[in-house]
């Protein structure tokens, strides 16, 4: 069980409003105050600090909150346990790639293996689902692409094959092409925050490019739309092998490569540091 005056430490760290943060929690503002005031009181330091009229945390107070944080989850999951009849239940967050092509066999295992429990998913973008696991609303979350590694504990789960797709009739199909040449294109590419996009950023980075330096961009943040829109000869676009496989098999896609050598990214495990039950949940969740 957490301390209250943390759980409203980390309640104001989200809303950063001492208003808005009172009405969460119920509270009076000054309640809220004399909680703040009595953590600083206690921790010798200033958690948070006025910038004219804009609420900031202090880098004491960015300490605390890291700290605090998978305290609070760890209190949360001990709560949910001891109160459940059910063995397991846990609160998953995956990427587009990972949660529309290979959640459904790692969901069935662990189901099989643990026949009384349950679970909610939740698939989006991978800097949305670090933000719910920093809120606390998930448990773990199993993500492509980067993130900052000494911010969570993680595991690294498999490195994926990541290449470019076209119409079986583009000129690029089967090809290891030269970059410049690929540039003259236009590239469908995830949204802002997406693992995939991440990878092909760090790629063209490399090579002093960005994706800004593709002819025509176009973000769709959907991959079924992407694919349709790649097939009909629209453009191009570049996917991890699971997002593409039934189409290269009944080549209603054609793959082509980067001269600059194969492109790989990283499936991860990822949870919050200090989490009681990291390993548990990586166990059940490993490929």
């Not at 349709?228 to 082509?256: D, T």
Request: proline residues 5%.
């Amino acid at each position: 069980m957490l301390d209250p005056r943390l759980h409203t430490f980390l309640i104001l760290c989200e809303t950063m409003n001492y208003t808005r943060a009172a009405e969460r929690l119920c509270l009076t503002q000054p309640a809220v105050t004399h909680h703040i005031h009595f953590l600083e009181q206690h921790y010798h330091v200033r958690l948070f600090s006025y910038q004219g009229k804009t609420l900031r945390l202090t880098e004491q107070g960015v300490k605390l909150r890291d700290l605090v944080r998978p305290l609070w989850v760890n209190s949360e999951k001990i709560e949910e346990i001891m109160a459940t009849p059910s063995p397991v239940f846990l609160r998953i967050g995956a990427t587009r790639t990972i949660g529309e092509y290979r959640m459904a066999p790692l969901c069935s295992r662990f189901l099989r293996a643990h026949p009384g429990a349950s679970f909610s998913l939740t698939v989006d973008n991978t800097q949305a689902l670090l933000r719910l696991l920093e809120a606390g609303k998930l448990d773990f979350a199993l993500v492509e692409g980067f993130f900052d590694q000494d911010k969570y504990e993680s595991r690294l789960l498999k490195q994926e094959s990541f290449f470019g797709i076209c119409a079986p009739h583009h000129p690029l199909a089967g090809q290891k092409v030269a970059l410049p040449a690929v540039l003259q294109e236009r590239l469908f590419v995830r949204e802002a925050g997406s693992g995939t996009r991440a990878v092909l950023e760090q790629a063209l980075r490399q090579q002093n490019r960005t994706v800004r330096h593709f002819a025509s961009l176009a973000e769709v943040s959907d991959f079924s739309t992407i694919k349709a829109l790649v097939m009909e000869g629209l453009g191009i676009s570049f996917v991890y092998a699971p997002v593409a496989e039934r189409e290269l098999q009944n080549q209603a896609l054609a793959r082509f490569d980067l001269d600059t050598g194969p492109l790989w990214g990283p499936f991860s495990f990822v949870c919050l540091k200090h989490n009681l039950f990291a390993s548990s949940f990586a166990e059940w969740m490993a490929e």
